[in-house]
């Protein structure tokens, strides 16, 4: 027994001794790693101290840097938070920034799933590419731009929609003193801008399928919509859901863009165009105010923190196997 001890013993040190054993190829992995590290911890989580900001009245010190400044300023608790709950638009900010964000990530994934399957049957590719690159071009373009085409469009004076309507005896539409049709607006244009980048994922996706399983599904006789239905999308739903969750962590937050530049009048579409994002730098923007600002953002990035965690649980009660982590 002693003996058989004494080997137990024996076989733990040199299992340990193997276990902490630095090989070549560890040490080439880490210095691989290293530099990815660096820029993580130099711009991701060094900058965290900043969310001390938003519980001070933070003021920057004549003759002092950033650090200093940040120690020095008076500590005011939650007060930074206040504007943002006790302003009577409150409701109406997280209404729109919620309820915008469900469509948005209801549509943001039907639509790009829908064209990506719609793309991989195209048999021309030529034509498969020229859609892709058509669709996939508004991404690229920056807000501002849009704005300018989309006023093109809906100017009250020379607006082509207004010339239109004005050819055929109809009058013309106050499109920027309305409302009443921004939330349609607002909707058609993020999904206009935004549809083709996640096609382009799901299109890659849907390409890295065996072509294994259509050849044996053909064999047996299956239909297209069968060959979609038992084969695409049960293979991309890993994809699906990891996009969704990734969508849902940013339900409090809005695409300031959007919001901002794309209804320029901001008094008049308040109540259909107004969210937290927006709502934050407009409350700022005359006072200046850093830490009503890094209150708001941090609001949102536990909310979303909070949300994101709460999507991937509940996908991992339902299938475990598709969880983001």
Known sequence: MQLNKTRG?????????????????????TLLALPTTIWYLVFSFFPM????????????????????????????????FEFLFKTPDALIILRNTVCYNVIFIILGTVIPVAL?????????????????????????????????????????????????LSSMGQSSVQWYMDPKYWPYIIVFMHIWKSVGY?????????????????????????????????ITIPLIKPIIII??????????????????????????????TATIDTYVYRAIEGTGSMAMSSAAAFFQSVIGFITIVTANTIVKKIDGENGLF
């Not at 013993?9 to 992995?29: A, G, T």
């Not at 996939?136 to 849009?146: G, T």
């Open 243 to 272: 996009m969704f969750i990734m969508a849902v962590g940013g339900i409090f937050r809005s695409d300031f863009g959007l919001f901002y530049q794309l209804p320029r009048n901001a008094g008049a579409l308040f109540n259909a």
């Open 116 to 164: 990506a399957i719609a793309i991989n049957q195209l048999y021309s590719k030529k034509l498969a590419k020229t859609c892709q690159t058509a669709m996939f071009l508004p991404h690229f373009l920056s807000w501002v731009v849009v704005s300018y085409f989309l006023f093109a469009f809906l100017s009250y004076d020379k607006g082509i929609i207004n010339q239109l």
């Open 198 to 230: 996640g096609m382009v994922v799901y299109l890659a996706a849907i390409t890295g399928i065996d072509q294994t399983y259509y050849e044996a599904a053909i064999i047996d006789g299956a239909t297209k919509w069968q060959q979609i239905r038992y």
């Open 49 to 80: 101290i900043g969310i001390l900001i938003a519980f001070k009245d933070f003021r920057m010190m004549p003759g002092k840097g950033f650090i200093a400044s940040l120690i020095s300023s008076e500590w005011v608790g939650l007060t930074n």
């Open 9 to 29: 013993d024996s076989v733990d040190k040199q299992n340990k001794v193997k276990r902490f054993k630095v090989s070549r190829d560890d040490i080439e992995l």
